[in-house]
């Protein structure tokens, strides 16, 4: 089955750190470049961060520069995203995206209490 399922998701306390999972299957996963963007109420879906093939180059959206860290383990078909400083304005339905095959995970909910 095609598929990229999140999880890793919860309600924390501004300061906190959160670590976002996002398991893939029915691809190849190491030959797509992978990212993770997320959509507040009410706002459009933004990039958060992105990983090549190989994980050798990442990019990160202004917000969460010297924050999130996003990372890929090709064996295990997982990328993740590694959150923490949390603030209020991080609350979000967070999802993952496999970028040459525009497929896409259902979402977790990230709740940062302020």
């Known amino acids: 089955q095609v598929q990229l399922v999140e999880s890793g998701g919860d309600l924390v306390q501004a300061g906190g750190s959160l670590r976002l999972s996002c398991a893939a299957s029915g691809i190849a996963f190491s030959f797509n470049p992978m990212a993770w963007y997320r959509q507040a109420p009410g706002k459009q879906r933004e990039l958060v961060a992105g990983i090549s093939r190989g994980g050798g180059s990442t990019n990160y959206a202004d917000s969460g520069k010297g924050r999130f860290t996003i990372a890929r383990d090709d064996a295990k078909n997982t990328v993740y995203l590694q959150m923490s400083s949390l603030k209020a304005e991080d609350t979000a339905v967070y999802y993952c995206?496999?970028?040459?095959?525009?497929?896409w995970g259902q979402g977790t909910q990230v709740t940062v209490s302020s």
């Open positions: 995206n496999a970028v040459a095959r525009n497929l």
